[in-house]
């Protein structure tokens, strides 16, 4: 697989359920970054975690990241209509490097 | 809350044509990066850009590319000839840098290449 692989590739809930994304890379990182796209626009900036952490929350959002198994979650708790949204998941490297390498994303439909 | 701004939001040329994308990165940071996103596809890193100078490019990033920060606040993406295959989602986006890694990007400008 690619560096930065979410699946699932879509997902479809009922609003007020958790849903919960995935994200697999391959090369060692410093950090691991969470966005949402909304359908054809910018990219928003969710939450980053560094490789020291484990877990990270912000409002609604949870972020894991295992970095012996190279993955992270992240999980969307009561989903509203308002977060159907492609997620990516984007990783630096430990090489110093700032460059962000993206994920295929998950797309988030949530049905009111 | 601060953001990056980039225009103009759609830009449409003709093949061979040369392009200026413009953006303006939150005041206070130092990094500055341009990506692309072709429909349908990841989103692709082209170049980062600190000190005024290139950091770090990518192969997509040609001679066909060159970035510049022409004063102290934009910062722009020139596409000399234009190809079809320049179409895509542009996306500019900028970070404090150091210990404080989070990119935050801007809207995109679209830019459709006949």
């Known amino acids: 697989s690619q560096q930065g692989e979410e699946d699932p590739q879509a997902l479809s809930i009922q609003e007020g359920e958790n849903a919960t994304m995935n994200c697999s890379y391959k090369?060692?990182?410093?950090?691991l970054q969470w966005y949402r796209q909304n359908s054809g626009r910018g990219l928003v900036h969710l939450i980053l975690i560094r490789s020291n952490e484990r877990e990270k929350h912000s409002g609604r959002l949870r972020v894991t990241l295992d970095t012996s198994k190279k993955s992270s979650s992240l999980l969307i708790t009561a989903s509203r209509a308002a977060d159907t949204a492609s997620y990516f998941c984007a990783t630096d490297d430990n090489f110093g490097n700032e460059k962000l390498t993206f994920g295929t994303g998950t797309r988030l439909t949530i049905i009111p | 809350e601060p953001e990056v701004t980039q225009t103009p939001s759609h830009q449409v040329t003709q093949m061979g044509q040369e392009v200026i994308l413009r953006c303006v990165p939150i005041s206070n940071h130092l990094y500055f990066y341009w990506y692309r996103q072709i429909l349908g596809q990841k989103v692709e890193f082209l170049v980062s850009?600190?000190?005024?100078?290139?950091?770090?490019k990518s192969e997509i990033f040609d001679d066909q590319f060159s970035v510049e920060r022409p004063d102290g606040s934009n910062f722009t993406l020139k596409i000399r000839s234009t190809k079809l295959e320049d179409s895509a989602m542009y996306f500019c986006a900028s970070s404090v840098g150091l210990a404080v890694l989070e990119q935050f990007f801007g809207p995109g400008t679209r830019l459709t290449v006949l």
């Open positions: 090369t060692s990182i410093n950090n």
């Open positions: 850009f600190y000190n005024n100078e290139i950091s770090e």
